[in-house]
Every structure is written in structure tokens, then in C-alpha cells.
């Protein structure tokens, strides 16, 4: 019979509780004061288990040859440019300039 202490069972609690918050495809980026440029985008490519209360991810950026592994407090989704309407499109409105017949 294997004794569990009440540390590692509240240590391995933590780490089951922590819930990812990105999915494998979804498209990241580093928050603002990380070191790198915010503009570099970076694609999940895997989920890792959480490292200190923290969920991990293996991210890579198109333009490295290598993926980086990192802690979910590090990064922010990217939305859409597609799917997220411009300034301009949201001030006027769509179809700004065009006839009407």
C-alpha cells in the first residue's frame, strides 16, 4: 500500500485545478513588457502540465525554427483581424463610399 503525504495530495490538487484557458491552434502572444516584441504571434501547439499553479504551453512563432515552452500568466490571445472589425468599419459603418443603385 502507497502512502500519499497531505502535501502531495494538495500539490497535485493545485496543478489538476488549474484549468488552460488557450486551445492547441489558437494564436498567442506575449503580454506587454515580456522582452519580446508584442507584434511577434505565436501559434499553441501543445498543452503541458501546470508549473506552479501555472498551465504551460508549447507555442511557436512562423518565423523560428524552434518552439518555445511557457506559462499561461505570460500570454494573451490574439484576436482575429478577420473576425475583428477595424476602427474605421466601426465608426462608419460598412460600405462607406459605395453607390447605391
Known amino acids: 500500500m502507497t502512502t ?19 486551445a492547441v491552434g489558437q494564436r498567442v502572444r506575449f503580454k ?5 516584441m508584442p507584434t511577434n504571434i505565436f501559434e499553441i501547439t501543445a498543452k503541458l502540465p501546470a508549473r ?11 518565423e523560428e ?6 506559462t ?4 494573451e490571445l490574439v484576436i482575429n483581424a478577420q473576425t475583428d472589425s477595424s476602427l ?3 465608426t462608419f459603418g460598412r460600405g462607406q463610399g459605395t453607390e447605391t443603385k
Not at 32 to 36: I, P, R, S, V
Not at 52 to 57: D, I, M, T, V
Not at 65 to 70: A, L
Not at 72 to 75: F, H, K, N, S
Open 4 to 22: 500519499v503525504s497531505t502535501g502531495q495530495r494538495n500539490a497535485r490538487s493545485l496543478r489538476e485545478d488549474a484549468p488552460h484557458a488557450f
Open 32 to 36: 506587454a513588457g515580456f522582452g519580446l
Open 52 to 62: 506552479a499553479n501555472s498551465p504551460q504551453y508549447r507555442i511557436r512563432n512562423e
Open 65 to 70: 525554427r524552434h518552439e518555445r515552452v511557457t
Open 72 to 75: 499561461q500568466e505570460d500570454l
Open 88 to 90: 474605421m468599419e466601426r
